[in-house]
């Protein structure tokens, strides 16, 4: 395989997905939105979990944040366009983002999963109990508009131009494609993020924290900007879960879905953003395919998890590595 | 270089007591000293790697012994550890890559490039370590004597105008030995050097001056000559009766 076979391979990938609105039918548009939030979700757990080390079990803390945040904004300013909205559902994000970074980040490994858990699972407490009026209390906020209708007429022309839709298209296939925009413009983001001096740094913290204060850098307010990166970014992810779902309630800061998001980075393989993206498409396939028929999904989720953690560490980016080791004998 | 009456405990043990340096800019000075003696918890504490229980720090007469350990290399201290401190999965480019950019900033760029410069002075630091033909393998593949030449080279990309090598020679062979010395003395003059080093050969070739540690105290402190006639310093250290 030769170096210009992953780019290639990944933009035959976003081609495929952007002909889905083409053939496929509602149904499965439907999970390939709720697929590519989920990927946002996991590209930004990578930053923090690939690039910077940090294992984070409390990333949900930031999506819920976006996903209830929007829906606050929403049913205050009802058809505000997307844009202002996704940039105020980031900054909310990142702003909670600075005062759980800065103290989570004082403590490394187990401690910091542990600490980052319980930050979560202490919004999750407030969420759930605030007053009906605020966060919607355990119903959540219910009644945020269908969005893409509404969306559309206030989104910038030059988005859609670019994806090439007219705005009066079917309210779902829209959303796909806006969905798939953003998750690609996330991804682009990310790869030129983590190849970036502030990239390599954060990757020299990652191997060497001790040796990097050495020579002089303060890792602290490195890995402090990568998790509000994170954060921020996985804001954004609620914010569109709650647009396509047209609801927001406390159940997107609990820790299970914390937890399914580090399986979907592990499983697709961590330090290489598309590998978490997969990993988040093959949860949710996993997921939504097994739930029709069975409650027992989490079970067969727990052992590809365990599959691969045991034989292919690497994850789902690392087929691509296995394959070529098997085949090319230096 | 100052170290004012620094203490540094664990629990109930006095790893240093009160000991006083006073290292000249552009000296250098050899601390040597039986195992367990304090020297590389004296390293710890000058860089602050470890926090001091009571006494002071000035480099370059400003007080340092409140500052994070960064902020005191920033003010131009460098050091190299007893065992190799590396990043074992990059490779030997990219470690020296880190460190230049360290130096040079900009590690505040989010977007990719600019790399010239660094690119650069990282092939010349190749160079200079010797390790122009391994700049691609893994830092952790690297042989034992190449591990100590980078990490020499790793504290030299800071522009240091500190030093503090922490047994340079540790585990080298023989011939190993004869080309790290050769380096060390090549080091600028005008960089202050405080080294630590159980080769007495290579500490009396490269030091101006003598600090003998032992059990945390400092038991000698004078020129090569003084220190090596030093009855104390025979008995706990030198090994021979007095």
């Given amino acids: 395989m030769s170096r210009a076979v992953r780019p290639a391979l990944v933009g035959a990938g976003v081609l495929a997905l952007a002909s889905l609105t083409f053939w496929a039918p509602t149904f499965w548009v439907s999970i390939g939105i709720q697929a590519l939030i989920f990927a946002i979700f996991a590209m930004s ?270 994850g789902l980016a690392g087929l691509g590595r296995l394959s070529r080791t098997l085949t090319v004998r230096p | 270089m100052q170290t004012q009456a620094l203490t540094v405990r664990f629990g109930a043990v006095a790893a240093l007591s009160e000991v006083s340096l006073d290292v000249a800019a552009g000296e250098r000075r050899a601390v040597i000293g039986p195992n367990g003696a304090g020297k590389t918890t004296l390293f710890n504490a000058i860089t602050g790697d470890l926090r001091a229980g009571s006494g002071g720090i000035r480099l370059d007469g400003h007080d340092v012994t409140r500052l994070a350990s960064w902020r005191r290399a920033r003010r131009g201290l460098a050091r190299t550890f007893q065992r190799s401190t590396l990043f074992p999965e990059l490779s030997v480019a990219e470690n020296l890559g880190l460190a230049v950019r360290a130096r040079l900033g900009g590690g505040w760029c989010f977007l990719p490039g600019g790399g010239g410069r660094l690119a650069l002075e990282v092939a010349e630091r190749l160079q200079q370590a010797g390790l122009a033909a391994q700049a691609g393998r893994p830092a952790r593949t690297l042989g034992h004597g190449e591990q100590r030449s980078l990490e020499i080279e790793l504290a030299m990309a800071a522009h240091p105008r500190a030093l503090l090598l922490d047994e340079p020679m540790a585990g080298l062979s023989g011939a190993e030995r004869r080309l790290a010395l050769e380096r060390l003395r090549a080091l600028p003059r005008d960089m202050t050097l405080i080294i630590v080093e159980h080769d007495l050969d290579a500490v009396f070739a490269i030091a101006d001056r003598i600090t003998v540690l032992d059990h945390g105290v400092v038991i000698a402190d004078g020129s090569p000559p003084a220190v090596r006639a030093d009855r104390l310093v025979q008995e706990v250290y030198l090994g021979r009766p007095a």
């Fill in chain 1, 45 to 314: 757990l990578d930053l923090l979990l690939g690039y910077g080390g940090m294992p984070s079990f409390g990333h949900a803390a930031f999506y819920g944040a976006g996903a209830l945040g929007c829906a606050w904004i929403w049913l205050r300013h009802p058809g505000i366009g997307f844009l202002p909205l996704a940039a105020a559902c980031i900054g909310i994000a990142a702003l909670l983002a600075v005062p759980i970074g800065a103290l989570s980040l004082r403590v490394r490994g187990v401690y910091f999963l542990m600490l980052t858990l319980a930050f979560g699972q202490m919004l999750w407490g407030y969420a759930y109990q605030a007053p009906r009026e605020v966060l919607g209390g355990s119903d959540g906020l219910i009644g945020v508009g269908r969005p893409p209708l509404d969306l559309v007429q206030n989104l910038d022309q030059g988005l859609w131009l670019l994806a090439g839709l007219s705005p009066r298209g079917v309210a779902v296939r829209d959303f796909y494609n806006l969905t798939l925009v953003v998750a690609v413009v996330v991804l682009v983001i990310l790869l030129l993020l983590v190849r970036s001096p502030f990239g390599r740094t954060l990757e020299g913290i990652r191997e060497n924290e001790h040796r990097m204060r050495a020579f002089g850098v303060p890792t602290f307010r490195y890995r402090l900007a990568a998790f509000v990166v994170a954060g921020a970014l996985a804001g954004l992810a609620g914010a569109l879960a709650t647009l396509f779902n047209g609801f927001a309630n406390s159940g997107s800061l609990y820790w299970t879905n914390s937890g399914l998001v580090l399986i979907a980075a592990v499983v697709g393989g961590t330090r290489s953003l598309i590998g978490p993206a997969l990993g988040a498409f093959l949860v949710l396939i996993v997921q939504d395919a097994l739930s029709s028929f069975s409650q027992r999904w989490p079970l067969l989720l727990g052992a590809i998890f365990i599959g691969f953690v045991l034989f292919l560490p690497g």
